[in-house]
């Protein structure tokens, strides 16, 4: 079965910087995304990439700007720079991968915790 695990979340300071990863297990998708969940909230929709070709991302309005996902194909890994942190940021961030075009995101890692201090 295909894991995904992440990796690069921690503790940071407002105005600071973190990369997150997440390395696949070498099984190819159709899309790759990234999602939160901060302490009582829904899971939220944060990034997405698709895996092959010319790539072609989308953003959650409010991380547009200072997010940016990419990828490696040779390393078979996803990432997500964060920029501009801001304690609303503080939550539990999901890679998540979608095995085929329409599958909606099926594969899950275990998540990273990133807090951000005042």
């Known amino acids: 079965q295909a894991q995904l695990v992440e990796s690069g979340g921690g503790l940071v300071q407002a105005g600071g910087s973190l990369r997150l990863s997440c390395a696949t297990s070498?099984?190819?998708?159709?899309?790759m995304g990234w999602f939160r969940q901060a302490p009582g909230k829904e899971r939220d929709f944060v990034a997405a990439?698709?895996?092959?070709?010319?790539?072609?991302?989308n953003y959650a309005d409010i991380v547009k700007g200072r997010f940016t996902i990419s990828r490696d194909n040779t390393k078979n890994t996803v990432y997500l720079q964060m920029n501009s942190l801001n304690p609303e940021d503080t939550a539990v961030y999901y890679c998540?991968?979608?095995?085929?075009?329409?599958?909606?995101?099926?594969?899950w890692g275990q998540g990273t915790q990133v807090t951000v201090s005042s």
């Open positions: 998540a991968a979608e095995s085929f075009p329409g599958s909606g995101y099926d594969v």
């Open positions: 070498g099984r190819t998708f159709s899309r």
């Open positions: 990439i698709n895996w092959s070709g010319s790539p072609n991302t």
